[in-house]
């Protein structure tokens, strides 16, 4: 069963270009999470999204910042106008349908995004 | 607002010594407290998620443990393949699902 997928792996971005992350979650999953790490710093929650729904944004920069899900596909995480402090690694989790309580998410390997 | 603090930052061991690591946290409710392991260059991977206090759970050396204001992650004799940073994460109520993760524990075992 394959694991959650992210591509690219690395991406390197001019200040101003637009960065786009993909991300596939694991087989039977529809949830998806996106989260940034910053260096020496914590994972910090950016999004949720389940299929075409945006659930909770209150982790995303108000501006230049976009997530999508869609029906078909993997979900995308958008940068817009990239700044040097956008640098970071994203990544990316899935878990399955929601129940009262607790459950897991799974990491992908993340996408290092480097702005010069 | 929520708060999850890890502690030490880094911790060096010799292979066979155990040690704990800890993580505290102050939360207006508890759904699940979660450890992920995270290999430099890597995603976290999950390792234990409990539920309420008392509970443990065990993974050949690692034990994780709750209460009502903090977790343990206890490493029996570890080996070198233990080094990782260790992650602690949690669910609140009424935070839809998203995880608060601590800044994470730097586990180094020489051999």
């Known amino acids: 069963n394959a694991g959650v997928m992210q591509n690219p792996r690395h991406l390197v971005r001019r200040r101003g270009q637009e960065a786009r992350l993909r991300c596939s979650p694991m087989k039977g999953h529809s949830h998806v999470y996106w989260y940034r790490q910053l260096p020496e710093e914590g994972l910090k929650f950016m999004v949720y999204l389940q299929k075409e729904n945006i659930i909770d944004e209150s982790g995303m920069p108000k501006e230049r910042f976009s997530a999508e899900f869609p029906k078909e596909g993997p979900s995308i995480l958008r940068i817009q106008q990239v700044v040097r402090g956008d640098s970071a690694a994203y990544f990316c989790?899935?878990?399955?349908?929601?129940?009262?309580?607790?459950?897991?998410?799974?990491f992908g390997p993340g996408t290092r995004l480097t702005v010069t | 607002e929520d708060q999850v603090t890890q502690s030490p930052e880094a911790l060096r061991l010799q292979e066979g010594e155990s040690s704990s690591l800890n993580c505290s946290y102050t939360?207006?409710?508890?759904?699940?407290l979660f450890w992920y392991r995270q290999d430099p260059g890597k995603g976290p991977e999950f390792l234990f998620t409990l539920y309420s206090a008392g509970e443990e759970k065990e993974k050949e050396r690692l034990k994780a443990t709750l209460t009502k204001k903090e977790s343990f992650l206890h490493i029996t004799a570890p080996k070198p393949e233990d080094s990782a940073t260790y992650l602690c994460?949690?669910?609140?109520?009424?935070?839809?699902?998203?995880?608060?993760f601590g800044k994470g524990i730097t586990l180094s075992v020489r051999p």
């Open positions: 939360v207006s409710g508890l759904r699940g």
């Open positions: 994460a949690v669910r609140v109520t009424g935070a839809n699902s998203k995880l608060t």
């Open positions: 989790a899935s878990s399955p349908v929601v129940r009262d309580g607790a459950y897991e998410q799974y």
